[in-house]
């Protein structure tokens, strides 16, 4: 996680830029927000390596062969961390949060498909140290999925 640094102004500007477009050129970026393209580059750089942000490409799941996402809420006994991290680490999983409410954690999974799916939750999830329960929400259509939401 990044720390809770203060980003200036440009910064926030450069990381909307890449939230629009997360291929958009250094030199593009740059003009629009009066720097040298050496100086975007350089704070891209160090936005990367804090941890504020990452540059991925983000595909449709079904395109390149995941015909299952599901979200999953556990139920856990005593300390969260452990099982917060150990789906953390589970290359399945793409999404780990605490939360308040009916469920202590919640994760979100990616499969091949229903029977990778089981696997994972019944051979894996279910058998960490303090899981409870799990309850599971299977997507049957995406309908957003966007990270452009901005800085503040």
């Known amino acids: 996680m990044a720390s809770r640094v203060k980003l200036d102004g440009v910064s926030k500007q450069i990381i909307e830029h890449l939230q629009q477009d997360g291929r958009r050129a ?3 970026i740059a003009r629009a927000v009066d720097l040298s ?3 975007v580059r350089q704070r891209v750089q160090r936005l990367v390596d804090t941890g504020f942000m990452q540059i991925v490409a983000v595909t449709d799941p079904l395109q390149v062969g995941f015909t299952r996402q599901a979200m999953i809420g556990l139920s856990v006994e005593g300390d969260l961390s452990p099982v917060g991290d150990a789906l953390a680490a589970m290359d399945e999983v793409s999404y780990v949060v605490t ?3 009916s469920f202590d954690l919640l994760a ?3 499969c091949e498909d229903d029977e990778h799916l089981l696997t994972l939750i019944n051979d894996r999830i279910r058998r960490l140290p303090g ?3 799990t309850e599971t929400f299977m997507y049957l259509k995406l309908n957003k ?3 452009n939401w901005g800085t503040r």
């Open 37 to 39: 393209e050496a100086a």
């Open 145 to 147: 999925q966007h990270y």
């Open 26 to 28: 250094y030199a593009e």
């Open 99 to 101: 939360t308040a409410g």
């Open 131 to 133: 899981v409870r329960s």
């Open 108 to 110: 979100e999974v990616v």
